[in-house]
């Protein structure tokens, strides 16, 4: 659960495929003030097997009345420019091995996966575990056959001809894991251990939630995924939603129009960026 939960909530690191687009119909919101604000919020997923047909005439009319386009990342495609980020971060002196920082019953889990990743066993030794813990669910994902070339996210920004801003950037979004404690780093690589052979199949349900714009199921496979970790879900969610309402509101009261397209999770639940923003005064109708 936690695996799938990662590759929706960021769009960092990729793979590679193609096919005949299908129809799906994502999420959308439009927001309103008592001024004539408006912005609206689309649902994305970051990687998916195939391409899809995302644009729907809902979409197309919000696309044409936005002003500009606010991503997770605006250089979304500048992969080389992520890897450097993370570089810059992910190693630091001193670390044990990796073995030691996974819980006791989960180490021939560890090196199993390590294995199946194609990862020599003492290779990510000198990395802080958030960033092993990435780095493994990247050489895993590969069986998932899952494209971030695909990412909703990077069709968004393909189509759109306008400014595009950011909420925070590919640096920014790796220096929420950076700082997270060790021990919620360690919770992190255990639960992606943990995913094993479900994974496939999970992520599947997840891309099909989104593609039909399931946000309650959505909503209840984050729950499950952060249960029992307050501190990952108050780091990589709750606290980012919180960051981006108060930039939406700003951008709101300045007169911009914003298209805003992030990860689906994000808008789902009682902590997602609709419910937030209601919860300020603002009016947010559900348009797909």
């Keep these: 659960m936690f695996n799938r939960l990662l590759a929706f909530l960021f769009g960092l690191l990729a793979l590679s495929s193609c096919a005949k687009p299908e129809p799906v119909h994502p999420a959308l919101w439009l927001v309103e003030g008592p001024k004539g604000e408006q912005a609206w919020l689309f649902g994305t997923i970051h990687a998916l097997p195939e391409k899809v047909d995302w644009r729907t005439p809902r979409v197309d009319a919000a696309l044409g009345q936005a002003d500009r386009l606010v991503l997770e990342v605006a250089a979304i495609e500048d992969d080389a420019g992520t890897a450097r980020a993370f570089a810059a971060l992910a190693q ?68 759109w001809n306008g400014p595009i801003e950011e909420f925070e950037g590919a640096a920014a979004q790796l220096a929420i894991f950076d700082r997270l404690p060790e021990a919620a780093q360690r919770a992190m690589l255990n639960a992606v251990l943990r995913e094993g052979e479900t994974r496939t199949a999970t992520l599947r349900e997840l891309e099909q939630a989104w593609a039909r714009g399931d ?3 959505i909503d209840r496979l984050t729950i499950e995924g952060f249960a029992g970790q307050p501190i990952l879900l108050e780091a990589l969610l709750v606290a980012r939603n919180r960051a981006w309402t108060d930039r939406l509101e700003t951008l709101l009261r300045s007169g911009a129009r914003p298209f805003v397209a992030v990860g689906a999770a994000h808008l789902a639940g009682k902590d997602g960026l609709p419910a937030m923003l209601a919860a300020r005064g603002w009016k947010v109708t559900r348009l797909q």
Excluded: C, F, H, K
């Design 92 to 159: 630091s002196p001193g670390q044990p091995p990796l073995a030691t920082r996974v819980a006791p019953d989960l180490r021939d889990d560890l090196a199993e996966d390590l294995a199946s990743g194609g990862i020599p066993p003492a290779q990510l030794d000198p990395y802080e575990t958030w960033a092993a813990a990435l780095m493994l669910q990247q050489a895993l994902s590969r069986g998932d056959q899952s494209d971030a070339a695909n990412g909703i996210d990077r069709a968004v920004a393909r189509a």
């Design 215 to 217: 946000m309650a199921l």
